[in-house]
Structures are given as structure tokens and as C-alpha cells.
């Protein structure tokens, strides 16, 4: 049996309130929304019940952020793609973030099991005077449970339309990708975080952050294999290379934090999921 499930979710502000609603098909739920640093900025857990996606899978999300509303979006774990043996497991999200708005989109890993045949794809829509940041972080098997992502292929797109495209694939018995020093060097979890906006960002602003994201790098574990550009005037990209998932992840938020302190005067509030 294959899963076709669908999300609309809308982020609206109403009497200074960012509010939240949904419509679903199939197995996909935005849970309670909360509001841990005020009604400014509505925070929601994306449910898959399933917890994993198979070949001929499809999970299809759609999310608008209204005119000065700010959404935060995040999951309860992985997203798993495992086995395929009918065709291709589908992640999709679309968003537009209209002027004044702000979006962070930010799942949990997803994790490529042996033989998986997957395709992780996110498009963003800016607004003029849009803001939004998103990160992917990608797990090649499960090295610790000595489960090598072997066999399969793992397909990435990332796109802000006219601004940035990136589109990758990766096959596990492509030894040159997977282990040269050209390539992946032998590590198995990628992770990109990405703050974009709809019009150019201010060279102070642009320096500002790529300042304290160098910062943390320079202290973490992961300094060799990380680092912070900005390769277009309306995008700054953090990227790192990792064996295992956790410290990716964990240089991922305290980057996020800075950049959230830096670029919009806003504390690091992090998601109640994330603490539990």
C-alpha cells in the first residue's frame, strides 16, 4: 500500500497574532499551535504518522505565510526512506512567504536507508521584503547501527525561484562521490542551512552574519569540513559535512540561533520538541 498525503498549511496575522490553519489528506497533521515567545510567532509540529516513506510514497506540502505573519515548522523525528522496491518515495514542499512575512522551515533529519530511491525537494517563493530560513539535513544509512547506506539513491532539490537552485544525486555505489576527498570523504550526514530574503540583503547584515556563524565554526568539532558563504546578495549558506548526524545538527542550531539574534533582534527560542 503507498501513501499519497497532502498539507495546506496558511499562516495568517490577525490582531497581531500569527495563526495557523490546515487542511489535510491522508496521513499528514500540524499539531496544537504554540506560542512560546509570544503571538507574533506561531510555532507547529508537521506529523507523518507513518513515520516513513516507501516507493510510490508521496508526502505534498503547500504553505503560505501571510503579510507580517511569521511561521515556525518543524517534525517530532526523521523522515525515514527506506526500501524501495516500487519506484520513487516523494518529500515535497512549496512555500510562499509574502512581503513582510517570515518563515522558518526546519525538520528534523531525513535519513536514507540501503536501497532507498528518494527525492527530498523544497521550492520557496519571496516575496519583496520576505525573510525565511530553512535547513536540510541529510543522514546516509545508520553508520552507528552498522547499516551503510550500500545501495539506492537519494535525490536533492532546493530552490528559491530566480535566485538559488541547487539539484544533487546521490548514489550509494558511486565510491568517487561517496569517499574521495573531491566527494563526500568518507562522511555520511550533509547538512545545509540557508537564510534567504526577497530583496537584496544589506552587505552590514550579510557580514554580520557570515561574522558570527565563522564564530561558532571556529569553535566547533567540525570546523575542517564546515563553512559559511554568501554566494548570492539575497542568500547566506552554512554547509557541513559530519560522520553522524548529532553534531551537524548541533552546529545547525546554534547557527540558526545567532542568525535569528542577528538578522531579525530575536532570541533562540527553541522549539518544546526539540528539549524533550
Known amino acids: 500500500m503507498t501513501w499519497l498525503a497532502r498539507l495546506d498549511l496558511d499562516y495568517t496575522l490577525e490582531a497581531e497574532r500569527s495563526v495557523a490553519r490546515y487542511l489535510h489528506q491522508g496521513p499528514l497533521r500540524i499539531l496544537q499551535s504554540l506560542y512560546p515567545e509570544g503571538d507574533a510567532v506561531c510555532h507547529n509540529v508537521l506529523v507523518h504518522p507513518p513515520s516513513g ?16 505573519a511569521h511561521g515556525l515548522v518543524t517534525t517530532p523525528g526523521a523522515t525515514r526512506f527506506y526500501r524501495s522496491e516500487a519506484g520513487l518515495a516523494t518529500q515535497q514542499v512549496h512555500a510562499r512567504v509574502e512581503s513582510g512575512a517570515r518563515l522558518e522551515w526546519l525538520p528534523l533529519e531525513a535519513i536514507a536507508y540501503n536501497q532507498c530511491d528518494a527525492l527530498n525537494r523544497a521550492v520557496f517563493d519571496l516575496a519583496p521584503e520576505a525573510e525565511m530560513m530553512t535547513w536540510d539535513i541529510t543522514a546516509l544509512g545508520l553508520p552507528a547501527a552498522d547499516m551503510p547506506f550500500a545501495q539506492g539513491t537519494f535525490r536533492q532539490h532546493l530552490e528559491i525561484p530566480g535566485v538559488w537552485l541547487e539539484r544533487g544525486t546521490i548514489n550509494a555505489t558511486d565510491t568517487q562521490l561517496m569517499n574521495s576527498p573531491l566527494g563526500l570523504a568518507g562522511q555520511r550526514c550533509m547538512a545545509t542551512l540557508v537564510f534567504a530574503a526577497g530583496s537584496t540583503i544589506t552587505q552590514e547584515r550579510s557580514d554580520r552574519a557570515l561574522r558570527c556563524a565563522r564564530e561558532l565554526l571556529e569553535a566547533s568539532g567540525l570546523r575542517l569540513t564546515a563553512g559559511a558563504t554568501s554566494p548570492h546578495s539575497q542568500v547566506i549558506v552554512l554547509r557541513v559535512l559530519a560522520p553522524v548526524t548529532e553534531p551537524a545538527m548541533q552546529l545547525l542550531r546554534q547557527v540558526w540561533a545567532a542568525w535569528r539574534h542577528e538578522m531579525w533582534g530575536l532570541a533562540g527560542t527553541v522549539p518544546r520538541l526539540w528539549s524533550m
Open 53 to 68: 516513506l516507501v516507493g510510490g510514497d508521496t508526502l505534498d506540502m503547500h504553505v503560505t505565510v501571510g503579510e507580517g
